[in-house]
């Protein structure tokens, strides 16, 4: 940072750093030949650190590519996902600040950087497997296919060792098994208890970071904008630079070959924020992106619900104070809050609220339905009354579409790119004619596909559904009233609904089996259902996640009711 | 229905092969093609564990879009083969095979024998043994193009030697398709299986060159070795030579014998009954009833004329004789609870009158013998023959009439 020349095109001083420890201009992004060296002053420097900061400089054997580790390979996977980020909209701060100081804090927490003695002081001896030397030293040396088969969930990956184990026997005397230098050990050591870094865990990074900034993306926002290609995850090895091999144990790190998941990533977000010893994140208020408040304003949107619905998700809200900062807000390794998802919080909020102005039983929701359509009909000011029937039509109708056109997505979905993998340097050639020949035999059908041109990647959008109210087919609803289904009393619009069925009666403990609820389709009225799976599809997640926080919701809601213990698990009086 | 929001590789080509099916099964070969591109990226991680692999399965549905599609053409299908043929060596010479199969269907004989001789020559390791069966398939069917070019040549002569023309080119090369084709045709033979066209064909061949001997060991083989699947088409042949040679008339009921066993309904039964029922031996004689009735078991039988008055020929002769009426009797037994709603109804009479008069006439006989002068099929027709003054009607009713009391013994 302390280059203070000016740029020779753009005569600014304005400068970052590339890849290969370049200084490049940010303003006009000319990269000069002036390179830095970097001595951290802060930390004891070792070869490490000089590794990752100086970039991939290190050429040792030329026409290999370059000796590099894990966690740079990671770092690169990082900075591209945040490059992405930025593209997208958010702030730069992510990239610069937030993220990197969440990955440099990672290293050292597990002590693969910025420390004393970094774990992988051990790697050399095992990794560069060309001195027999190292082999009668290491009588647990394992095989390869034993290394494959560990823990990870990947296990699609084992069969792509058709193309490495079943003539190779890898022989002890044979080169590197992986690109990287620590591979091999990467997968081997249980690190559990040090939070071993996967490719998941990128985007829990990601996430974390963007709570971290509080920026207008949720989890399944973010995991969306992955599998739509958006944001570097599959096939990532593909910004690697030249250098920089990949083979063998790499590509069990490195390539991904399912979606990512959730749950999975939201809980290793957690467990990466306990890790990383953080404080509180900054306070999540009613002016945030994530509070429910505003996020049911955009999922109501998006669901094409009438906007006043609004008011009845905020009186919600309130009333069971699930709009608190204390209550939003992350506390890491705080066990006693429970965590919140902030989308399918929203999402829940808006079911209940559907479920005390329209019951949802299959049967009062039509009836009430029949009655807004009479009352509309004397309605000649204003807007139309609001009617559960006709939006149950549009957006069942909508939804089947969308959900046809993403169960088609599923199938046509490609896991492979141009630059191919394969675990070893013997396989090459056989792995480059496999491609050609797939190459071939796309273009061959793809020409006989008729005149579907292949999709281009669909401009990223928060919204998925939208519906404007210039339509004058009146296929739009937020403009409608609720007063067709409300009733004056007291001088206050009430719900003319007065019953109201709870999900479960008890909650489960989720310590025992996981849930907090179970969700069985055929247990719980299709209106229900069709809520329920109206955002599962916005959300990209299984209908009982929602499910498990109505739930939780309906019990903080008729808390009090609850204490009483009613006989019966189905109606009550609100 | 509940959608899974998780994916993976494996579950992805999974539901993309669904649909590839789907669009086949509903003949849209547009969308299938479509799907298939986004399948054939399995090719790069090879299930060599699961029963069917993508390379396989990319095979067949790549070849039958490719038959069906309507931009397809001969040659994006030779093209699509000739990758396939290099994706699996375990599949080389199956592929050879259907790729040879399907030139010819489409008329391209030259090219299937080109791709026939060029898998021919294929040799890979250890593979060359293991495909061992497939390599004799192509020899055969690569003898069987022999043959027909020797076919065509031998015709060719024929046409010359009429003309007076001698060609001694022709014929050298007739001969030299012989050997080729015999060479092949005798090898795949000798192991057990349905070889009717080349049997055939081979026969053929030996006949032509006079060599009856091992023609008629071939097809004694073909027919009664128990390696062999029991295959009705090989005593077919084997008659149809013996007949052609003039063999007794005991070889000739031999062969036919156990094509009745196999077949009852099969279309020689007519001339093995004729056979029979000419014989002295009483024993050849009832079996000639007896195939017969079993041959008009059949619904394919049920309005052939000439098999009708078999049986007619045969029940009035016994009756007439008065011996043998126990045969009659043993043949209706089984038959008595359903001949007559099958072969005798009152709404088949009226049909059979209407369609056939020589039909009703040979059914009234058998069912004024089997079922008495009441039964309503003789009754029918007997009255609606007379009623039209056709003579031999009215000789029928009487001669019905006067042995009717059979019919109570009969039916017992």
Redesign the interface.
């Known amino acids: 940072r302390d280059f203070n020349e000016r740029c020779a095109q753009c005569s600014e001083v304005n400068w970052g750093l590339t890849d290969g420890g370049r200084f490049y201009c940010r303003s006009c992004h000319n990269v000069t030949e002036i390179t830095r060296e970097v001595v951290n002053t802060d930390f004891i420097s070792n070869a490490r650190i000089q590794t990752i900061s100086k970039g991939l400089r290190k050429q040792e054997k030329t026409d290999e590519g370059c000796e590099w580790y894990v966690c740079e390979g990671f770092q690169l996977v990082l900075k591209k996902q945040a490059e992405a980020l930025e593209a997208l909209g958010v702030c730069r701060q992510m990239k610069d600040d937030i993220l990197c100081n969440f990955w440099r804090r990672y290293l050292q927490k597990s002590k693969q950087a910025y420390c004393n003695r970094p774990a992988a002081e051990t790697v050399k001896a095992l990794s560069v497997c060309d001195s027999s030397t190292d082999v009668d030293s290491e009588p647990e040396r394992p095989s390869l296919l034993h290394l494959l088969s560990l823990s990870e969930s990947e296990g699609?990956l084992q069969?792509?060792c058709?193309?490495a184990s079943?003539t190779s026997k890898v022989s002890e005397s044979t080169s590197v098994c992986s690109g990287s230098v620590d591979g091999s050990l990467y997968l081997m050591k249980n690190q559990k208890e040090k939070l071993r870094m996967t490719m998941p865990m990128t985007l829990s990074f990601c996430y974390m970071a963007l709570l971290w900034l509080r920026e207008p993306m949720t989890l399944s926002d973010l995991l969306r904008f992955v599998v739509e290609g958006h944001i570097p995850y599959f096939n990532v090895f593909q910004h690697f630079p030249e250098k920089m091999k990949l083979c063998g144990l790499d590509l069990k790190i490195f390539c991904v070959?399912?979606?990512p998941?959730?749950e999975e990533v939201y809980k290793k977000m957690l467990e990466l924020a306990a890790f990383l010893d953080l404080p509180r994140f900054p306070d999540i208020t009613d002016s945030c992106f994530l509070h429910p408040d505003m996020l049911c304003m955009k999922y109501l949107m998006e669901a094409n619900l009438p906007d006043e619905l609004h008011n009845w998700t905020c009186r919600v809200v309130k009333k069971i104070c699930i709009g608190e900062a204390d209550f939003l807000t992350l506390v890491p390794g705080n066990k006693s809050t429970r965590n919140v998802k902030y989308d399918v919080l929203a999402a829940a909020v808006i079911v209940v609220v559907l479920k005390l102005l329209f019951l949802l039983d299959d049967h009062y929701e039509w009836l009430l339905s029949d009655f807004a359509e009479e009352r509309n009909k004397n309605n000649k000011e204003g807007g139309p009354y609001f009617e559960f029937k006709k939006w149950y039509k549009v957006i069942k109708c909508s939804l089947d579409v969308e959900?046809k056109k993403?169960?088609?997505e599923?199938?046509?979905?490609?896991?492979?790119c141009e630059k191919?993998l394969f675990y070893s340097a013997k396989k090459k050639s056989k792995?480059l004619k496999?491609?050609q020949?797939?190459v071939?035999?796309?273009n061959?059908?793809?020409?006989?596909?008729?005149s579907?041109q292949p999709a281009e990647k669909p401009n990223p959008s928060s919204f998925q559904l939208s519906w404007s109210e210039e339509n004058t087919d009146g296929s739009c609803f937020h403009g409608h009233s609720l007063k067709g289904i409300l009733q004056e009393k007291c001088g206050l619009l009430t719900a003319m609904n007065p019953d109201y069925w709870l999900c479960t009666v008890k909650l489960c403990n989720e310590k025992l089996c996981g849930h907090l609820a179970h969700y069985r389709?055929v247990d719980f009225p299709q209106s229900y259902h069709f809520v329920l799976?109206l955002f599962?599809?916005l959300l990209?997640?299984?209908?009982s996640y929602i499910h498990d926080e109505v739930c939780v919701i309906e019990h903080k809601l008729f808390n009090k009711k609850l204490c009483k213990k009613p006989k019966y698990n189905t109606c009550l009086r609100k | 229905s509940s959608h899974e929001h998780k994916l993976n590789f494996k579950k992805s080509k999974e539901v993309c092969l669904s649909y590839i099916q789907d669009a086949m099964l509903q003949k849209q070969w547009k969308r299938a093609a479509e799907f298939l591109t986004f399948y054939i990226e399995s090719l790069e991680k090879d299930f060599s564990t699961e029963y069917m692999g993508p390379s396989e399965i990319i095979w067949r549905i790549g070849t039958e879009i490719l038959c069906h599609h309507p931009h397809s053409s001969m040659k994006e299908f030779n093209f699509f083969t000739e990758q396939m043929k290099t994706l699996g060596v375990k599949r080389y010479l199956k592929v050879c095979l259907e790729h040879a199969f399907h030139l010819l269907c489409n008329g391209l004989t030259d090219e299937a024998y080109q791709n026939l001789s060029l898998a021919e020559s294929w040799r890979f390791g250890e593979q060359t043994a293991i495909q061992d069966k497939e390599m004799k398939l192509i020899q055969a069917y690569r003898g069987l193009l022999d043959y027909y070019s020797w076919s065509k040549q031998k015709n060719i002569l024929l046409e010359h030697g009429q003309d007076g023309f001698e060609d001694f080119s022709v014929e050298q090369e007739m001969h030299s398709c012989f050997r080729k084709a015999a060479v092949n045709l005798k090898e795949i033979i000798k192991i057990p299986g349905v070889w009717d066209i080349f049997v055939k064909c081979y026969v053929d061949l030996l006949e032509f060159y006079g060599d009856h001997n091992e023609a008629l060991q071939v097809l004694n083989e073909y027919a009664y070795n128990s390696k062999f699947p029991a295959n009705p088409n090989a005593h077919v042949y084997l008659y149809q030579f013996l007949k052609r040679h003039g063999e007794s008339k005991k070889s000739l009921l031999s062969a036919l014998k156990i094509l009745h066993d196999i077949v009852p309904s099969h279309e020689l039964m007519i001339d093995f009954n004729t056979m029979l029922q000419k014989s002295k031996k009483r024993k050849k004689r009832q079996l000639a009833l007896e195939v017969i009735f079993a041959a008009l078991d059949y619904a394919s039988w049920k309005e052939n004329v000439k098999a009708w008055s078999c049986l007619a020929k045969q029940v009035k002769q016994i009756v007439i004789s008065e011996k043998h009426l126990d045969w009659i009797k043993q043949e209706w037994t089984s038959r008595k609870d359903w001949w007559p709603a099958f072969h005798f109804s009152r709404y088949l009479a009226k049909r059979n009158w209407q369609e056939n008069e020589r039909l009703s006439y040979e059914k009234a006989l058998v069912a004024g013998i089997l079922l008495g002068k009441d039964c309503k099929y003789f009754k029918y027709v007997s009255h609606q023959g007379c009623k039209a003054q056709v003579k031999r009607f009215r000789i029928l009713k009487r001669f019905v009439n006067k042995h009717n009391p059979v019919y109570l013994r009969i039916s017992g």
Do not use: C, H
């Not at chain 1, 599923?410 to 492979?416: E, H």
């Not at chain 1, 990209?540 to 209908?543: D, E, L």
């Open positions: 699609d069969t792509d058709s193309f079943s070959e399912s979606w998941v959730y959900q993403l169960d088609e599923r199938a046509k979905y490609l896991w492979r191919p792995v496999r491609r020949m797939v071939n035999l796309q061959q059908f793809g020409k006989l596909s008729g579907v389709e799976r599962s599809f990209r997640i299984q209908p």
